[in-house]
């Protein structure tokens, strides 16, 4: 099979793309409505973000050498910029994809680290690019491209950097532009849109890619990777930033928003087919300056856990324009970490509980523990937990990343699990829920079958360790009841975050598979699907060119 891509001779970045009015095989390139038969969703998005690329024919690029650092050393792919700015192909499979298998997976990451000769610092930093992998009849197409948030679009057209993005902030020409610049931090202008974190499929259809800033959510076309436009919250809710990860099923949205003026959290939920959210309860912290960061939060089928972490929400090192260790956060230890937990219906706190001091990006699951009656006793959180270490942090900035040589500087993680007692009791515990040497004591970017949302579950995936390393490198499948783990590894690859996709009317928990998309040691991408159950490797699809790392990713069924 051969390439089909078609790229424009531009100077920054170079476009590659593919003929949008070719179909092949039940692949179809045109522009379609996906809202068929629903109310118009259009209404709520605001429209022409992204402006249209030139289609022209043009072979796919040749695979990039990797690019070198200062010391002589070759520079991972997966620390670097992705080499043009949009393609589209068919690849060429090695072994068998299911045929069952039948829709696309996406997957946002930072896939841009430099504007002109300006490279960013951290991986965080990095413009959103969005890659698919479209599955059907054995055959997969895949691509990607830029979301064209307004701070992506600013930074080609001027080449710098003019909002604020985890680490990196404007420079001001002078006292008075950085004045006006800390006025419009205040108003939430100043802040990034770069939606470069996670991409989720609402109920309704809508595909929207998220961020840290609320501003930062956008629609996009998970069949041509076209920005649609803002998504726009339509209450009078408020607020700059919000969980990165909310919960997201066919029949509800929820997610938390920080209060940073009077330290808490909103607990919403936003219906399909709408864009507004309604608070379900708040929850007041009980330590702190200001509300521990809440990157992702879990839940059970009728409670929503609310983690108040000791790294928190810091506006002092917000404002200012070199960044800290801790970025906009900071570690308070004597805050103490506590876990809530909210009645789904009622907003009602049903438990608060103090818990051991821990760090964590993302939960796995929670469930409800019962007793012989069946009455619900306790409530079990899973977390990738790292040994409260907040050094993780800094560990992400790319001149770490790009600079491994051979020495083990992973900081420790570990598959944390809180036991929050619903009894009256003050306190939780936390404790590994299987030997970290298992998964070589690494342990991030997780999935679950997602029909065990906020049930007592099974197996779980993300990616692990094997040292001696500076970042995860493994894909490994948990087994909590067994406590045991499966890795895969390939020497010297980076792989993204393992994604599971059950197999239509599967009865076990583990029948589906597992995809993955991985940077390769010698500049090469290619596209990975595991066995969900076996854990071996079933079919990999080589890219044309090197791909940088990326972080979340959904699956959007074929209809």
Same mark, same amino acid.
């Given at each position: ?106 997957r ?110 956008i629609?996009?076309?998970?069949v ?39 330290p ?25 300056p ?40 900071q ?23 103090? /818990? +051991?001091?821990?760090?964590? $990006? ?6 409800? !523990?019962v #007793?012989?009656?069946?009455? @619900? ?7 990738c ?96 009841e ?11 690859? /980076? +792989?993204?975050?393992?994604? $599971? ?6 009865? !076990?928990? #583990?029948?589906?598979?597992? @995809?993955?998309?991985?940077s ?30 990326g ?5 959007v069924?074929?209809?």
């Amino acid at each position: 099979m051969a390439f089909t891509a078609i790229r424009s001779s531009i100077s920054w970045p170079t476009m590659v793309v593919s003929d949008h009015n070719a179909s092949r095989d039940g692949f179809s390139f045109h522009n379609k409505p996906i809202y068929k038969g629903k109310r118009n969703l259009q209404d709520l998005t605001i429209a022409n973000v992204a402006s249209p690329l030139p289609l022209i024919n043009a072979p796919p690029p040749p695979p990039e050498e990797p690019s070198t650092t200062t010391c002589g050393r070759h520079q991972h792919v997966a620390w670097t910029s992705i080499p043009q700015e949009r393609w589209e192909g068919e690849l060429l499979v090695q072994g068998q994809i299911p045929l069952w298998l039948k829709g696309t997976y996406l997957r946002n990451g930072p896939g841009l680290w430099h504007i002109g000769d300006y490279n960013f610092r951290h991986l965080f930093d990095g413009y959103a690019t969005l890659v698919k992998l479209q599955f059907e009849n054995g055959r997969l197409i895949a691509g990607h491209r830029q979301i064209e948030s307004q701070a992506y679009q600013a930074a080609k057209k001027n080449q710098k950097i003019c909002y604020r993005e985890f680490s990196e902030v404007p420079k001001a020409e002078n006292f008075l532009s950085y004045v006006g610049e800390l006025a419009s931090l205040f108003s939430g202008a100043s802040l990034t849109d770069n939606s470069n974190t996670g991409v989720v499929k609402l109920g309704d259809g809508r595909v929207v890619c998220l961020t840290e800033t609320q501003k930062g959510s956008i629609v996009i076309d998970p069949v041509t990777l076209d920005t649609i436009g803002k998504f726009e919250y339509s209450d009078s809710l408020g607020g700059l930033i919000h969980s990165a990860h909310p919960i997201v099923t066919d029949n509800e949205f929820l997610t938390l928003l920080p209060d940073l003026v009077k330290p808490g959290y909103l607990v919403v939920r936003m219906e399909p087919a709408t864009n507004e959210r309604k608070v379900i309860g708040r929850v007041d912290c009980r330590g702190g300056p200001s509300p521990g960061w809440v990157h992702s939060f879990p839940v059970t089928d009728h409670y929503i856990v609310v983690p108040e972490m000791p790294l928190r929400y810091c506006a002092q090192n917000l404002l200012k324009a070199e960044p800290t260790p801790l970025y906009k956060f900071q570690w308070h230890p004597e805050s103490k970490g506590y876990m809530h937990v909210m009645c789904k219906t009622s907003g009602k706190i049903v438990a608060s509980v103090e /818990v +051991p001091l821990f760090v964590t $990006f993302h939960f796995i699951n929670a469930y409800e !523990e019962v #007793d012989e009656d069946g009455r @619900i006793t306790a409530v079990i959180a899973d977390c990738c937990e790292h040994n409260s270490d907040t050094t993780i942090l800094d560990r992400l900035r790319l001149q770490n990343l790009r600079s491994f040589n051979g020495e083990d500087v992973l900081p420790d993680a570990r598959v944390g699990r809180f036991k929050i007692p619903l009894d009256g009791s003050s306190y939780g515990t936390l404790e590994a829920a299987l030997d970290p040497n298992e998964h070589g004591k690494g342990m991030d970017m997780c999935s679950i079958n997602p029909n065990y949302l906020g049930k007592k579950y099974r197996y779980a995936y993300a990616c692990g360790a094997k040292r001696p390393c500076n970042f995860p490198n493994t894909l490994t499948k948990i087994d909590l009841e067994l406590k045991k783990a499966k890795n895969w590894y390939d020497e010297g690859a /980076v +792989p993204s975050e393992p994604f $599971f996709v059950a197999r239509p009317g599967a009865t !076990e928990e #583990d029948d589906g598979v597992v @995809i993955s998309i991985i940077s390769g040691k010698n500049g090469e991408g290619y596209a990975l699907l595991l066995d969900g159950s076996t854990f071996e490797e079933i079919a990999r699809a080589k890219f044309p060119y090197g791909l940088p790392y990326g972080l979340h990713g959904c699956w959007v069924p074929k209809e």
